[in-house]
């Protein structure tokens, strides 16, 4: 089980990822509705694994990357994009987030990737 925080501006797409979460076992810690809020939450609750949405208000999901591996430099973020901006996505991985899934996504991808990210 791991302890996850999402962070996603969409309340249907944080109601999805409870169920998944829930399903899987594991156990929420916080949720994030902005990437100011996101960095936050992140520092307050020390999640394993962070699912941080890619466009995000107040601060997009690179900035949040950046920012959150400058003080947590062995965080494990999976970036959520429905974005297929390659070079973007390419960036966050090269500032430190872990992994990325695409939307739409299933419930086994996403568990699946929680637990390869926790293993690593």
């Known amino acids: 089980m791991a302890r996850v925080m999402i962070a996603d501006d969409s309340d249907a797409i944080r109601l999805v990822f409870q ?56 965080a494990k973020i999976i970036l959520i994009t429905a974005s297929d901006n390659q070079s973007v996505i390419n960036q966050c991985l090269q500032s430190g987030a872990t992994a990325f899934i695409s939307k739409p996504f299933d419930f086994d991808q996403v568990l699946k990737l929680i637990s390869d990210v926790v293993s690593r």
Do not use: C, Q, R
């Open 19 to 74: 169920d998944i979460l829930s399903i899987g076992g594991h156990e929420i810690v916080a949720e994030a509705v902005n990437g100011e809020d996101a960095i936050e939450k992140f520092s307050k609750t020390n999640p394993d694994v962070l699912l941080l949405d890619l466009a995000m208000p107040k601060k997009d999901g690179l900035t949040v990357v950046k920012e959150i591996m400058a003080t947590h430099p062995n």
